[in-house]
């Protein structure tokens, strides 16, 4: 009888130690998926920023000759490691009575609202669009706001 009972007390620890195994286990798998999510998310959000940075660098550089030309299209970059792309677009463009710094009319441009502040010339609506397909977990982070170059 004796013998018996230990092996019923071994198999039941077994049984223990297994099932605590498992769940640790899993915590370790949803932890590791939390830590790969809360990557991705992040370098995604720096991405954004670095992405908004460029753009408006973009809008200052750019040669503004009367037309709307390119200054106003949509732009799409990609990351140095290609995981993320960006898609960027100019709904509004703020301009005191419509012109450029350097007097330039750009009033006839549909994106150019004319306004009568000097304090808010040169405002920026944009829309950007951060998607991953490549990363270990895929994210779409979308970003709408104004901006001063």
């Known amino acids: 009888m004796r013998r018996g009972f230990n092996l019923l007390m071994a198999i039941f620890m077994l049984l223990i130690l297994s099932g605590a195994t498992v769940l640790i286990l899993k915590y370790v798998s949803i932890s590791s ?16 920023q670095s992405v908004i940075e460029a753009t408006l660098l973009q ?32 709904e509004r463009y703020y301009l005191y009575k419509g012109e450029d710094n350097d007097g330039t009319d750009l009033s006839s441009c549909s994106i150019v609202k004319s306004i009568d502040t000097k304090e808010s010339h040169g405002y920026v609506m944009m829309q950007v669009i951060i998607t991953s397909d490549k990363a270990f977990s895929p994210i779409r982070i979308v970003y709408r706001g104004l901006q001063r170059p």
């Not at 830590?35 to 720096?46: L, N, P, R, V, W």
């Not at 809008?59 to 960027?88: H, M, P, Y």
């Open 33 to 48: 998926q939390h830590f790969a999510d809360s990557y991705t998310q992040e370098k995604g959000e720096i991405f954004l």
């Open 59 to 90: 809008i200052e550089g750019t040669k503004r000759d009367g037309t709307c030309g390119s200054l106003f299209k949509g732009w799409s970059r990609q990351s140095a490691d290609g995981k993320f792309t960006a898609n960027v677009t100019i």
